[in-house]
């Protein structure tokens, strides 16, 4: 599965390399496209032959670390693959460097932003849901880092047309409203009592 830790030197079409937020190579660091896994060289160094059928690569991040958000909101732990499997690309991450002895992960699932005016759904997140979780975060932050972790439905695809209300425009209501930790999205199907929760460790 680790692909001979960095790949077959000559035949790989994704290459790249992972740095802290100091420019130091970082290590053992694996890294996937969801089929293949390779590991970060002494430099920071990763080499893999991918057939880009997922369409991304992505960092396994490592205790420690966290990837920074690109835009305030999304980690940038994965980058698309845009070239075709006969051609390389190369893909540099950034890692930051973090006390993890203690954090606090956020939960959250049915958010269901629509822009659908009779359930007034933006309005009700903005002025009831928002405050709460930044509330819940800035509670628990002095004792390290908090992440989000959204369990399923942060949007609705009939809305997407109907409304034409998207992931992103959706994205936008936690960005503006002040969505208070990364936020992170979890495939797969989700426990539909779980609303609002949190857990401290």
């Known amino acids: 599965m ?20 100091n420019g130091r190579p970082v290590a053992g660091v694996r890294v996937s496209d969801g089929r293949e896994i390779v ?36 980690p940038s732990f ?16 950034q890692l930051e460097s973090v006390g993890q002895s203690r954090y606090t992960a956020l ?16 309005r009700y997140y903005t002025d009831s849901i928002a405050p ?3 509330n819940t975060a800035e509670r628990f932050s ?11 439905d942060l949007s609705h695809d009939l809305y997407w047309y109907r409304n034409g209300h998207t992931v992103a425009d959706a994205c936008n209501v936690l960005k503006n409203t002040g969505f208070p930790a990364p936020l992170y999205s979890i495939p ?3 426990p539909g009592y779980l609303k609002v929760g949190f857990t401290d460790r």
């Open 78 to 93: 994965y980058s698309a693959l845009t070239e075709p499997a006969d051609r390389t690309e190369k893909h540099d991450f």
């Open 188 to 190: 797969g199907n989700h």
């Open 132 to 134: 709460f979780l930044r």
């Open 2 to 21: 680790a692909a001979a830790a960095c790949g077959q030197v000559g035949n790989d079409n994704v290459t790249g390399r992972i740095t802290d937020e």
């Open 39 to 74: 590991t970060t060289d002494a430099r920071g160094r990763y080499r893999m032959l991918s057939d880009k059928s997922s369409g991304m690569v992505f960092v396994i991040t490592p205790s420690g670390y966290s990837a920074p958000c690109r835009d305030g909101l999304t």
């Open 107 to 122: 939960f959250v699932t049915d958010v269901h932003l629509t822009n659908e005016a009779p359930k007034d759904d933006i």
């Open 142 to 152: 002095a004792d390290g880092p908090v992440y989000c972790f959204n369990l399923g």
